[in-house]
């Protein structure tokens, strides 16, 4: 019979470098899960991404065990790296400021490596989608796009 799952937890952390300092600690604590076995399991698995901004899904169960998903790096924090900007670097009038630029290359890595977590089919939505919050952010996508 399967695990009753009593709460999703959802975070995001730096692959390799979990601890059980705030945000992870109080999340799990409180939760009753055993934060040093989730840091361990963690950096084992994402430690050929040391550094990078990973969401995680956690799945505690009734037992207080638990299972986790890891995702891909969010698309903004990969346009900043493609952009050569410090994240938190996003331009605050977006429409009139910006702050770098991508090509369209760029944005379709992006899209191939986000395909498995977003929501569409086709890696041409995807790239509309990356190219969406490039611009959100103050980053111009330079070039036609492939569709055009």
Same mark, same amino acid.
């Given at each position: 019979? =399967?695990?009753?799952?009593? #709460?999703?937890?959802?975070?995001?952390? @730096?692959?390799?470098?979990?601890?059980? $300092?705030?945000?992870?600690?109080?999340?799990?604590?409180? /939760? %009753?899960?055993?934060? +040093? &076995? *989730?840091?361990?399991? *963690?950096?084992? !698995?994402? !430690?050929?991404?040391?550094?990078?901004?990973?969401?995680?899904?956690?799945?505690?169960?009734?037992? /207080?065990? *638990?299972?986790?998903?890891?995702?891909?790096?969010?698309? $903004?924090?990969?346009?900043?790296?493609?952009?050569?900007? !410090?994240?938190?670097?996003?331009?605050? &009038?977006?429409?009139? /400021?910006?702050?770098?630029?991508?090509?369209?290359?760029? #944005? @379709?890595?992006?899209? &191939?490596?986000? +395909?498995?977590?977003?929501?569409? *089919?086709?890696?041409?939505? $995807?790239? /509309?989608?990356?190219?969406?919050? =490039?611009?959100?952010?103050?980053?111009?996508? &330079? %070039?036609?796009?492939?569709? $055009?």
């Amino acid at each position: 019979m =399967a695990k009753e799952v009593d #709460v999703y937890i959802k975070l995001q952390v @730096k692959g390799g470098q979990a601890n059980p $300092a705030p945000p992870i600690g109080p999340a799990l604590g409180s /939760k %009753g899960v055993n934060i +040093m &076995e *989730f840091c361990k399991r *963690f950096n084992a !698995q994402t !430690q050929e991404q040391m550094g990078k901004v990973l969401p995680v899904i956690i799945q505690v169960y009734k037992d /207080k065990t *638990f299972d986790f998903v890891i995702k891909t790096p969010p698309a $903004a924090i990969q346009l900043f790296e493609a952009a050569k900007l !410090q994240p938190g670097q996003g331009s605050a &009038e977006p429409n009139r /400021k910006k702050v770098g630029s991508v090509t369209w290359e760029q #944005v @379709k890595a992006i899209a &191939e490596n986000k +395909m498995p977590d977003l929501n569409c *089919f086709t890696v041409e939505s $995807a790239m /509309k989608m990356v190219a969406g919050t =490039a611009r959100s952010m103050g980053i111009t996508v &330079e %070039g036609t796009p492939p569709w $055009a």
